[in-house]
């Protein structure tokens, strides 16, 4: 291999990372705009809307609605059709995973802990920032559950968790 064709491989590899943290980075920051544009980081908004038999506020099924719209176009025009992903590495075999023990007690505990805490782990992010002591407080547990779930995924599903 030549000095050039090294050259090539580490610009090619080079532009993969560096692309992928910019869209990445373009990704949370629109992400976190529209949290904050339909209110999903106010735990009393998403309080309002679990209480139907109180002060229901039903705006969040249009927010989720509008959320499932624009995803499902962007996924019919954009990902359907691809064999290449946007930066052009080739994109994994979709498989469909099996609904199984720990899908659905992930999602139930999810459920539960956004239903307490009035916040998930995208809008309790964003609200970092707030240095809100009750937020810090959600972050710390989140990350102490997500470190229990890594225990508890390993020892009873025998699951392998990829490190990040």
């Not at 705009?33 to 705006?59: A, E």
């Not at 719209?69 to 290449?84: A, P, S, T």
């Not at 240095?131 to 710390?140: G, R």
Request: charged share 15%.
């Amino acid at each position: 291999m030549c000095i050039r064709d090294r050259t090539r491989i580490t610009a090619r590899i080079s532009n993969i990372f560096f692309g992928s943290r910019i869209v990445a980075l373009l990704s949370g920051l629109l992400f976190g705009i529209g949290l904050m544009v339909s209110q999903m980081v106010n735990p009393q908004k998403i309080f309002n809307f679990l209480d139907i038999t109180g002060h229901w506020d039903p705006s969040l099924i249009f927010v989720m609605g509008g959320a499932l719209v624009v995803f499902g176009l962007g996924y019919w025009l954009f990902v359907e059709r691809r064999v290449k992903a946007f930066l052009g590495e080739a994109l994994s075999n979709r498989t469909t995973d099996p609904i199984d023990a720990p899908v659905v007690i992930g999602s139930a505990t999810f459920g539960i802990g956004w239903g307490i805490a009035g916040l998930c782990p995208g809008p309790a992010l964003v609200n970092v920032w707030s240095l809100n002591p009750k937020i810090l407080a959600f972050m710390v547990v989140m990350m102490r559950g997500m470190k229990v779930g890594e225990l508890i995924k390993g020892r009873f599903f025998s699951i392998q968790i990829p490190k990040i």
